[in-house]
């Protein structure tokens, strides 16, 4: 588990929640736990739970159908902007969450393909109403080649608002079928892990509080289901 003796040596959690996906829904909800990005935060995705598994409706069409790029990506030269509709499949979990905060999901993928840019996220101090989603998020690319990657995201609320604050590529930075991922905010230090080894890891003040949650890439055509999560646990600590 990352960074196992410095949460054991937490207080009691201010409020902590997990779950393996069990109870089917179109958007989730899970007894009203969970906000969703479509029905909720209107300008994202929802996500659907099925057959044990938390994924991403399909999305990327209901603005035109534009397409992720990026310099990071290789298919947008250094001196142009991200280009991309943004509108991922989010959930984020409702109700007050300690500041610090340990989210640990179990990967589920089928059919990896380096043909869209499919990525499994975890979110940290996050928010949703409607139009906006501000918050940190944690993720990782469900390919284990040189094209995987992890990758360390703030999002400023407006859709496609995000400002990337780190990102690390390479097989040993993406994820496969029961990989566990874990991240972690603790202050300002956000940290990702792939089966509790770190990863990735960067400072940032942006956002003191917030909720965890999760999330999936936009764009990716019909494998919006052949990548998700299988489970979630998360414990949060003020202190």
């Known amino acids: 588990m990352a960074d196992d003796n410095l949460w054991k040596s937490k207080t009691k959690p201010v409020r902590s929640y997990g779950t393996h996906f069990t109870h089917e829904e179109n958007s989730i909800s899970e007894n009203g736990m969970w906000l969703s990005g479509r029905r909720d935060g209107i300008d994202w995705s929802d996500i659907i739970v099925k057959n044990g598994v938390a ?23 250094s001196s142009s902007t991200p280009v991309g509709d943004y509108d991922d ?38 928010a949703m109403a409607p139009h906006q989603i501000p918050g940190y998020e944690v993720f990782f690319r469900p390919l284990k080649t040189e094209k995987g990657y992890a990758e360390i995201v703030r999002w400023g609320g407006k859709l496609g608002e995000w400002t990337s604050l780190k990102r690390y590529m390479g097989p040993q930075y993406g994820v496969k079928d029961g990989d566990v991922v874990e991240a972690t905010i603790d202050g300002n230090l956000i940290k990702g892990f792939i089966n509790g080894i770190e990863m990735i890891s960067v400072t940032d003040d942006a956002y003191t509080s917030g909720a965890p949650g999760i999330g999936f890439n936009y764009g990716v055509g019909e494998t919006n289901v052949d990548f998700g999560f299988r489970s979630f646990y998360v414990e949060t600590y003020d202190d």
């Open 55 to 77: 994924y991403g409706e399909v999305s990327g069409i209901r603005w035109g159908g534009v397409r992720e790029r990026r310099v990071e990506q290789g298919n947008l030269d």
């Open 89 to 126: 499949p989010e959930a984020i979990l409702t109700g007050h969450w300690g500041k610090n905060q340990h989210v640990t999901a179990k990967v589920f993928s089928r059919n990896p393909t380096d043909k869209y840019f499919q990525e499994v996220e975890i979110r940290l101090r996050s």
